[in-house]
T-cell receptor, first 117, second 115 residues
């Protein structure tokens, strides 16, 4: 398998502030990482695909100026929620795909719970 | 676009019994992967089992097995000898092969194990 960490595991912030969430691959280099959002009792919705060294690809309906993604290295991708509002409160999960594996398995981080007051 | 449907929002099973979770999907592709992921209360997504579409043989992993019906676009998960630790949300997921790495998830089935 693969070890994926996320930091912080939970965060509470005031409306209007920005929050940065980190996703790290601890045991291999990941050229592609994925960011998901999960509302309570709902499924995971892909927000964007993060590619190392290039701009992220956002899914339809996701505001790229609000959810800034930076994949600056092969082991780190960050998601910044800018000017957060209560409706941004959610569980954010990253995943990555290990290059070279034929089975295309994705490995998930433990998630970050964001609460915006 | 691919879609994944899980028609059972909740299921329950007696401990040690067998339960089957349903999943159907829609795709025009012939090469793809299907997965079942488990999300326990900790929220950590855990891969339970995977199936390559080109393989006719159903995948098995210990107490977990699938019934993959490609023509019917059906991919059910059977859990045998259910254990308390199996209680979780189960998500069926689809991944297109060759270049498109995006996982499409179903809406999930919450599985409760009755002691």
């Amino acid at each position: 398998g693969a070890v994926v960490s996320q930091h912080p595991s939970w965060v509470i912030c005031k409306s209007g502030t920005s929050v940065k969430i980190e996703c790290r691959s601890l045991d291999f280099q990941a050229t592609t990482m994925f960011w998901y959002r999960q509302f309570p009792k709902q499924s995971l919705m892909l927000m964007a695909t993060s590619n190392e060294g290039s701009k992220a690809t956002y899914e339809q309906g996701v505001e790229k100026d609000k959810f800034l993604i930076n994949h600056a290295s092969l082991t780190l991708s960050t998601l910044t929620v800018t000017s957060a509002h209560p409706e941004d409160s959610s569980f954010y999960i990253c995943s990555l795909q290990r290059p070279g594996l034929a089975d295309n398995e994705q490995f998930f981080g433990p998630g970050t719970r964001l609460t915006v007051l | 676009a691919q879609t994944v449907t899980q028609s059972q929002p909740e299921m329950s099973v007696q401990e040690a019994e067998t339960v089957t979770l349903s999943c159907t999907y829609d795709t025009s592709e012939s090469d793809y992967y299907l997965f079942w992921y488990k999300q326990p209360p900790s929220r950590q997504m855990i891969l339970v089992i995977r199936q390559e579409a080109y393989k006719q043989q159903n995948a098995t992993e210990n107490r977990f097995s699938v019934n993959f019906q490609k023509a019917a676009k059906s991919f059910s998960l059977k859990i045998s000898d259910s254990q308390l630790g199996d209680a979780a949300m189960y998500f069926c997921a689809y991944l297109q092969d060759f270049g498109n790495e995006k996982l499409t998830f179903g809406t999930g089935t919450r599985l409760t194990i009755i002691p």
